[in-house]
């Protein structure tokens, strides 16, 4: 009796400290919209709501045609010829998810059909996706990307990761996970440092001032996009380890067929919080159009929770009842 008279207030105490001490992730979604509750494309930016918010669309030569937005579609156009890169921006919340725990991440979901053959099989294209530190800038209001007009603000400071899917055209771009760290000027067009996903993808086009840094090569070449099918970016940045990021994305068809997945590692001057994201391809071949119609862009975050200040002071009170007890016993 005596000995399950010490253990059992060790044991209890041991619990409840245990529990506190531990590190439960709380799965919370950030933004999800479907395009029917007030988001806008190319205006001037309104502060992002849990399912709203401004998406600005850029494009490499001319001016961008305009994406339509109705609920369940948000309609981006690429230009007719036979290179276009275009992308989509925007922030998707005003209160910056910051990964401060191991396990800790944050995912980009995006549905979307290739309505227009962003993507054929044999052509050098390219698709990308990416998450960014914003530092509360909002992108400019959607530019051609190789002109002049925007050399500061937008999406100039915007740091992050991104992931790029690459055809299996002849001189092909690599399928890579890449940085992008925030722009000087642009080296040959001021708007080309509004670019956070293409890399140097075009000289004058896409962001070189610094160009990013390959973290891997991976994931393979994809043999092309099928026209009219919809798919499926599933884009995460989890905290892996202390100082350390992981990134991994996973491109899936409506079966849920994995048809690509990529993976990479960083721990040299990571970026833990996000509040922007951009999705976008650059078309090559044949002078055609090409356009994708966006379904569903979801954000997702699995933070480690923290413990109510009731369950530490249960805690607390566990190891006084301990410490008492020990000291009635040495009495």
């Not at 531990?22 to 919209?33: C, E, G, H, P, R």
């Not at 725990?101 to 993507?119: M, R």
């Not at 008492?324 to 009495?331: D, I, N, P, S, V």
Request: proline share 5%.
């Amino acid at each position: 009796m005596k000995r399950s008279k010490i253990i059992l207030p060790i044991l209890a105490a041991a619990g409840i400290l245990g529990i506190a001490s531990q590190s439960v992730l709380a799965q919370t979604t950030i933004f999800s919209d479907t395009f029917g509750n007030g988001s806008t494309v190319q205006t001037t930016a309104t502060p992002p709501t849990a399912n709203s918010t401004t998406y600005e669309w850029f494009q490499q030569g001319g001016t961008p045609t305009a994406p339509t937005i109705v609920p369940g579609d948000l309609h981006l156009i690429g230009r007719t010829t036979s290179s276009s890169i275009a992308e989509v921006q925007a922030r998707f919340t005003t209160a910056p998810v910051t990964l401060s725990t191991v396990g800790d991440s944050i995912n980009f979901t995006i549905v979307f059909t290739d309505t227009q053959s962003i993507f054929p099989a044999g052509t050098n294209s390219t698709l990308n996706i990416g998450l960014f530190n914003s530092g509360g800038t909002d992108p400019v209001t959607g530019v051609r990307l190789d002109a002049s007009g925007s050399a500061t603000g937008g999406a100039v400071g915007w740091n992050g990761y991104v992931a790029r899917i690459g055809d299996t055209g002849p001189t092909s771009a690599n399928s890579q996970i890449f940085t992008r760290t925030p722009q000087g000027a642009g080296k040959t067009n001021p708007n080309q440092s509004q670019d956070v996903l293409f890399n140097g993808a075009s000289g004058g086009a896409t962001f070189t001032n610094p160009n990013g840094t390959t973290l891997a090569t991976t994931g393979g070449p994809l043999d092309g996009l099928t026209q009219g099918n919809t798919y499926t970016l599933s884009y995460t940045i989890s905290l892996s380890a202390p100082g350390t990021l992981t990134i991994n994305n996973v491109l899936t068809d409506s079966g849920n067929n994995v048809l690509i997945t990529q993976t990479a590692n960083t721990s040299s001057s990571i970026e833990t919080t996000y509040d922007a994201l951009a999705f976008g391809w650059r078309y090559t071949g044949a002078p055609a159009a090409n356009s994708v119609d966006v379904s569903s862009i979801t954000v997702l975050d699995n933070i480690a929770a923290i413990p109510e200040p009731s369950v530490f002071a249960l805690g607390g009170l566990g190891a006084l009842a301990l410490s008492r007890h020990l000291r009635r016993r040495r009495a």
